[in-house]
């Protein structure tokens, strides 16, 4: 019944911006956590970004630190994150997902998972 679908991926140019968006059903959004993903060929899923349920607390990795903001719409069940000054290694399938943002975002704190949209940043 738990349902997560991303949204707004395409091809940019390096520094370019895009938004993407993650429609959840099957649960109320302010009780459940979202992260966002990434994962590039060979390499693992890692956490990006992260907003908790409870206070909206957000969590970055370092790499994308000052460059991609998350929030979310509780009315609209949409989290929502922002990417600017996009590089090359941004690149990647980015996906969403329902669980905990923990003591950071960890793979394993995530059951509920969408499809994944595709981010690439290139000339």
């Not at 994962?39 to 909206?56: D, F, M, T």
């Not at 090359?88 to 960890?106: S, V």
Request: glycine residues 14%; contains cysteine.
């Amino acid at each position: 019944q738990v349902q997560l679908v991303e949204s707004g991926g395409g091809l940019v140019q390096p520094g370019g911006s895009l938004r993407l968006s993650c429609v959840v059903s099957g649960f109320t959004l302010g009780h459940s956590a979202i992260g966002w993903f990434r994962e590039a060929p060979g390499k693992e899923r890692e956490g990006v970004s992260c907003i908790s349920s409870s206070y909206g607390v957000t969590y970055y990795a370092d790499s994308v630190k000052g460059r991609f903001t998350i929030s979310r719409d509780n009315a609209k069940n949409t989290v929502y994150l922002q990417m600017n000054s996009l590089k090359p290694e941004d690149t990647a399938t980015y996906y969403c997902a329902a669980g905990d943002c923990g003591t950071w975002i960890a793979v394993s704190d995530f059951g509920s998972w969408g499809q994944g949209t595709q981010v690439i940043v290139s000339s």
